[in-house]
């Protein structure tokens, strides 16, 4: 099956999401908007994408994204002068409120009640609430900001068609930064289970009442404990998954605005695969750029793969400006580019020169990389931008 034909057999197997129309009127205006200001247009996808087990879904397969990389990107890009649309996953990471939204304090501990019993900022949040809040309201204000939710794999990949064709009058000016965790794996809906899966055998008339305890029918119920010996006869949930069709170069050669800049993600958890893979994904899909991540490295380096020299660069977050992480390993920083024979690191770039000093962000979490990675992506758009204008001269 060629490309084509594995897209039109994708979509043709599901029904659109019921709020795709909604979120296609929405957007038509936002670009249209966008358009006649004559200002670059970015889509940023975030955060993880759900793979239901049923076709009334009780169950399904996530993975751990919090969209935090979308989020603050989102941000970056704003303060470029970038207008965005955010493909999100529902309920995932937003820009500007995740700063409070998925802390570890609860929301209502940075207020207060005062003594007219008005609710306010404790004192010790309000210059940080303060700065969030007038970069929030200025992109809402000048509609820069359009926030759309999705669900599942196929909800995305509806999406991202869609809004991919709608940003056509961009050109040149539009740019996809997809920063989605999108599964790779899939349950087509020919194969996939009405009903919520059953964790015990259910009777052939479950109406019929019996006087029997169904306990003593001999049939195994799963009841989620644990057991040092499991018995042999005990229950199993096997799950045959296909891959998602391998389709998304059509964001180059079919969906995407002829000119427009795309951008992907690779996230890897072993350093030897991670380069190796960015590149093999730069290839098969024909994008303009790879961004290279490791899971335990990932807030304080990533790699940008390009088809163009140097094809390998590196970006990290200056040592004394990284924020801790639970799950990050800072001695594996590096080790995913590989060492000269004097032992030095090669060609990372160690962040922009102003971001040498020893201090924090306002609030104390350390510099974020997504602050390093869009000055240097704006760059790239620009010069792609450039050249378009070029060869259509």
């Known amino acids: 099956m060629d490309a084509t ?12 999401p019921k709020a795709l129309n909604k979120h296609k009127a929405l957007a038509r205006a936002f670009i249209d908007l966008q358009v006649e200001k004559h200002r670059r247009v970015v889509l940023v996808t975030s955060g993880g994408t759900t793979v239901p087990l049923e076709t009334q879904t009780v169950r399904f397969i996530d993975n751990f994204s919090a969209g935090t990389r979308g989020a603050a990107s989102a941000e970056q890009f704003l303060e ?13 990471l937003l820009p500007y409120s995740r700063h409070y939204s998925h802390s570890t304090n609860c929301f209502l501990d940075f207020m207060d ?103 003593e029918d001999g049939d195994d119920v799963y009841t989620g404990y644990n057991e040092d010996q499991p018995s042999n006869k005990s229950k199993k949930l096997v799950i045959d998954l296909d891959p998602v069709p391998k389709f998304l170069h059509r964001l180059v050669d079919g969906w995407a605005p002829e000119g427009s800049m795309i951008v992907s993600f690779k996230l890897e958890t072993d350093p030897n695969l991670l380069v190796y ?53 800072e001695n594996l920083i590096g080790l995913a580019e590989g060492q000269h024979q004097d032992g030095q690191e090669r060609g990372g770039q160690e962040g922009r020169q102003e971001g040498d000093g020893d201090e924090g962000d306002e609030q104390g979490r350390g510099l974020e990389i997504e602050s390093l990675i869009i000055p240097e992506l704006v760059q790239l758009h620009t010069q792609r931008i450039e050249h378009v204008e070029v060869d259509s001269s």
């Not at 609710?119 to 359009?146: F, G, H, W």
């Not at 163009?308 to 990050?328: L, Q």
């Open 5 to 16: 034909e594995a897209e039109s057999s994708y979509f043709n197997n599901y029904p659109p």
């Open 80 to 92: 470029n002068g970038y207008a965005v649309i955010f493909l999100h996953r529902q309920f995932s």
């Open 113 to 215: 009640e005062d003594a007219s019993s008005a609710i306010v900022v404790r004192s010790e949040y309000q210059t940080a609430m303060r700065d969030v809040l007038r970069k929030y309201r200025l992109a809402k204000q000048n509609n820069l900001l359009l926030v759309l939710p999705f669900t599942t794999v196929t909800e995305y990949m509806f999406e991202l068609r869609a809004l991919a064709h709608l940003m056509k009058p961009l050109g040149a000016n539009a740019l996809f930064y997809l920063a989605a965790a999108v599964s790779d794996f899939f349950i087509p809906r020919d194969r996939m289970a009405e009903h919520k899966i059953q964790s015990s055998e259910i009777p052939a008339h479950p109406n019929i009442r019996s006087n029997s305890n169904p306990l």
């Open 277 to 329: 893979k960015a590149r093999t994904s730069l290839q098969r899909y024909a994008h303009h750029l790879v961004i290279g991540n490791l899971l335990s490295t990932r807030k304080w380096e990533v790699v940008f793969v390009t088809p163009d020299p140097p094809h390998e660069r590196w970006i990290r977050v200056p040592k004394t400006r990284r924020s801790k992480s639970i799950s990050g390993e």
